[in-house]
């Protein structure tokens, strides 16, 4: 499976890399550190998944996830952020990602979140 983590913050995004190594085997996982990047990524590589950071320079996470559910639907996105508002909850999932990850990331969180969606994943 193609797995891109799109975070600002290189602690954040090698964080969220061993973390899926940890809990996932199989994973080619690749790395942006905004939204532009991640959208030349995106378009090469076209992942299953994608791990969203929402607060970025360049071209947020909401940016980058409202162009990611009209030009590339079958992508799995994940949000991941230190604060999710009751607002910013509602934004996203009207913007179509599949799940949220608070911050920091733990394994257990992690696989939570994951398995679900990997699981209806196989069925299809």
């Known amino acids: 499976?193609?797995?891109l983590v799109v975070d600002d913050s290189?602690?954040?995004r090698l964080?969220?890399?061993k973390s899926l190594h940890n809990v996932f085997n199989d994973l080619n996982i690749g790395e942006a550190e905004n939204g532009e990047v991640a959208l030349l990524?995106?378009?090469q590589i076209i992942p299953e998944m994608v791990f969203l950071d929402l607060t970025m320079p360049v071209m947020n996470g909401y940016e980058l996830l409202e162009i990611l559910n009209k030009q590339f639907p079958s992508i799995q996105?994940?949000?991941v952020t230190a604060d999710i508002q009751k607002g910013s909850k509602e934004r996203i999932d009207k913007l179509g990602a599949k799940g949220y990850i608070q911050k920091?990331?733990?394994d257990i969180?992690?696989?939570e979140v994951l398995t679900p969606i990997i699981e209806s994943?196989?069925?299809e």
């Open 1 to 3: 499976m193609n797995v």
């Open 77 to 79: 996105v994940i949000i």
């Open 10 to 12: 290189k602690l954040a």
């Open 15 to 17: 964080t969220l890399i």
């Open 109 to 111: 969180k992690l696989k």
């Open 121 to 123: 994943q196989a069925h």
């Open 104 to 106: 920091p990331i733990t």
């Open 41 to 43: 990524l995106i378009k």
